[in-house]
């Protein structure tokens, strides 16, 4: 009897990436925003299966939270299709400011938040704010979009309770 060894093992990846085909797209999208911390990354550019592979592993390396998801949208009608709500969710974290949506390279977002937690540009020198001016698609923004999604996450330790016990309940 032959033998198939070394097995092959199937690679880990956080790296989802939109078929160009893909009919449920909306859904895909409210998925992985209800879900997960999601590095929504935006079209297809120079170096994007580096950058993706570098992404992926920020989501898997030790210390990485376990919610961190890649959501690669490069089909320009998927991004046309979610616009509107991305740039709701953009408008809610930054409402004083004016942004550009098509300067927008990747933005991170915790897990039912509805907001916007970091953004990373095509051309961060055409941008208003100075400290956006270093935010071009990098690991290590990448790294900064991971982190400040998980800074924005809700704290249900910290949550009011709706339905408080009373501290000294009156027994009658």
């Known amino acids: 009897m032959p ?3 070394p097995m092959p093992m199937p690679t880990l990846t ?11 797209v ?8 209800d ?4 590095l929504l990354i935006l079209g297809n550019f120079e170096k994007a299966d580096l950058l993706l592979k570098n992404a992926n ?3 898997l390396q030790d210390g990485a939270h376990p919610k961190q998801r890649v959501l690669w949208i490069k089909d320009v009608s998927h991004i046309a299709e979610l616009r509107p709500k991305l740039e709701a969710f953009i408008e809610k974290k930054f409402p004083e400011r004016t942004i550009d949506f098509n300067n927008i390279r990747a933005l991170s977002m915790s897990p039912k938040t509805e907001s916007v937690s970091y953004l990373i540009f095509v ?12 935010k071009k698609l990098s690991t290590f923004q990448m790294a900064r979009a991971f982190n400040a ?5 809700p704290n249900p330790e910290l949550e009011p309770d709706i339905n408080p016990e009373p501290e000294n309940p009156v027994v009658s």
């Not at 956080?14 to 449920?24: Q, S, W």
């Not at 879900?35 to 999601?38: G, L, V």
């Not at 051309?123 to 270093?134: G, L, S, Y």
Request: negative net charge; aromatic residues 6%; proline residues 4%.
């Open 123 to 134: 051309d961060p020198t055409a941008t208003d704010e100075p400290r956006d001016k270093r």
């Open 35 to 38: 879900e997960y911390i999601t």
């Open 149 to 153: 999604a998980i800074k924005d996450m």
């Open 26 to 33: 909306v859904e895909t999208f409210e998925l992985f925003i």
């Open 14 to 24: 956080r790296l989802h990436c939109l078929a160009e085909d893909e009919e449920k």
């Open 3 to 5: 033998t198939l060894l």
């Open 57 to 59: 592993q920020l989501c």
